[in-house]
């Protein structure tokens, strides 16, 4: 099915643990976005891509690092993970302008951090 | 950098009420783009209407229609005739026409529908 695949869909991590959150698109879209929810926050922009092999720096980059070494795949790693990034992580991918109009969004991963 | 404003948490309305979201913008440019989505409790983003900034012409999309007021930077999401399925969260978001796409979010407003 065509789509934006998050994995995992939850998790729970102890402080300075690390992990990756994968997400995927079979549609072969150029642009692909992590973005994290908090309450009465929004939708805060971590990193996004443009491109394979691309990557490059959103609103709120700090304490997460980003790979695309493959068209369909954008990796979200955290190295050493912290309270402060218990969150709801959204993954976005689109392929034509405008953004807002054309992206598909996955089911989003929730994350805490104990 | 632009920024998106949804001063209202939470709104609330009798169903098959009317109900206005507000949402304000900051933005040095003069060509972008304006949306609404929807998020009910299953988390998923859906595009509710959409606005290009050089049209005049306000958006509709059956029941939900939006006030653009371009000078006043003022993005306004009208519910005619709320349902219970229209309850979620709603967040208004920005998208500039220079440089890399990119989707600025408001903060949301969660609507509630009573029955």
């Known amino acids: 099915n065509a789509g934006v695949t998050q994995t995992p869909k939850f998790r729970v991590l102890k402080t300075g643990q690390s992990m990756t959150l994968l997400c995927a698109q079979d549609m072969n879209h150029e642009y692909m976005y992590w973005y994290r929810q908090d309450p009465g926050m929004g939708l805060r922009l971590i990193h996004y891509?443009?491109?394979?092999?691309?990557?490059a720096k959103g609103e709120v980059p700090d304490g997460y690092n980003v790979s695309r070494l493959k068209k369909q795949n954008f990796l979200l790693g955290l190295e050493s993970a912290a309270p402060s990034q218990t969150s709801v992580y959204f993954c976005?991918?689109?392929?034509?302008?405008?953004?807002?109009?054309?992206?598909?969004f996955g089911q989003g991963t929730r994350l805490t951090v104990v | 950098a632009q920024t998106v404003t949804q001063s209202q948490p939470e709104m609330s309305v009798q169903e098959a009420e009317t109900v206005t979201l507000s949402c304000t913008y900051d933005t040095s440019e003069s060509d972008y783009y304006l949306f609404w989505y929807k998020q009910p409790p299953s988390r998923q983003m859906i595009l509710v209407i959409r606005?290009?900034?050089?049209?005049?012409q306000n958006a509709t999309e059956n029941r939900f229609s939006v006030n653009f007021q371009k000078a006043a930077k003022s993005f306004s999401l009208k519910i005619s005739d709320s349902q219970l399925g229209d309850a979620a969260m709603y967040f208004c978001a920005f998208e500039g026409s220079q440089g890399a796409q990119k989707l600025v979010f408001g903060q949301g407003t969660r609507l509630t529908i009573n029955p």
């Open positions: 606005q290009e900034a050089y049209k005049q």
């Open positions: 976005a991918s689109s392929y034509f302008n405008p953004l807002g109009a054309n992206a598909f």
């Open positions: 891509s443009v491109g394979e092999g691309t990557t």
